[in-house]
T-cell receptor
Framework: DTEVTQTPKHLVMGMTNKKSLKCEQHMGHRAMYWYKQKAKKPPELMFVYSYEKLSINESVPSRFSPECPNSSHLFLHLHTLQPEDSALYLC??????????????FGPGTRLTVT | GQNIDQPTEMTATEGAIVQINCTYQTSGFNGLFWYQQHAGEAPTFLSYNVLDGLEEKGRFSSFLSRSKGYSYLLLKELQMKDSASYLCATSGTYKYIFGTGTRLKVLA
């Protein structure tokens, strides 16, 4: 299994809602990532988990809250978002932690629209 | 600081060869990656270079010069399905940094 899965594929939420994005991989990878991608822009790193511990937070607003309960699952909890947070949210995993030579495997993403 | 530069857009003809350049400055260096991303889809890994020289993989080749902070992705025998964005990324001391991406249009 060389797949990273993400649910839901699409999400529309109001600014006062609370929702969560889910990511899953069963490749035994020990690093997992959240990226935000706007149209025609490269992915922007948000968070990195290495061995289930948060190792990088790229100064992301607190309305985004990541969680990594085990090595196979990653969540991004969302609350009181702004319309400018509408984007494609990508999850990725890699065999080792950042700063190493491992390629990242990306999930298909969740297309988020904040109304 | 850390910086990666790529051309924004390129156009080429089906069957031709195209070279997409990437220049970078990074703190620490653990390799340079190329990813392909079709519109609305996730990036997929194409190649990895950590030593100077050329790595060939079918129709795709990638070159690295660490002393010059320079890499290129060479696509041969272009096909329509190669129309996509090509992202250069460096693995530095702490994290990946992605370049701005090059949108390649392949014309019939």
């Amino acid at each position: 299994d060389t797949e990273v899965t993400q649910t839901p594929k699409h999400l529309v939420m109001g600014m006062t809602n609370k929702k969560s994005l889910k990511c899953e991989q069963h490749m035994g990878h020990r690093a997992m990532y959240w990226y935000k991608q706007k149209a025609k822009k490269p992915p922007e790193l948000m968070f990195v988990y290495s061995y289930e511990k948060l190792s990088i937070n790229e100064s992301v607003p607190s309305r985004f809250s990541p969680e990594c309960p085990n090595s196979s699952h990653l969540f991004l909890h969302l609350h009181t978002l702004q319309p400018e947070d509408s984007a494609l949210y990508l999850c990725a995993s890699s065999q080792g932690a950042t700063g190493t030579s491992y390629e990242q495997y990306f999930g298909p993403g969740t297309r988020l629209t904040v109304t | 600081g850390q910086n990666i530069d790529q051309p924004t857009e390129m156009t080429a003809t089906e069957g031709a060869i195209v070279q997409i350049n990437c220049t970078y400055q990074t703190s620490g260096f653990n390799g340079l990656f190329w990813y392909q991303q079709h519109a609305g889809e996730a990036p997929t890994f194409l190649s990895y270079n950590v030593l100077d020289g050329l790595e060939e993989k079918g129709r795709f080749s990638s070159f690295l010069s660490r002393s010059k902070g320079y890499s290129y992705l060479l696509l041969k025998e272009l096909q329509m399905k190669d129309s996509a964005s090509y992202l250069c990324a460096t693995s530095g001391t702490y994290k990946y940094i992605f370049g701005t991406g090059t949108r390649l249009k392949v014309l019939a």
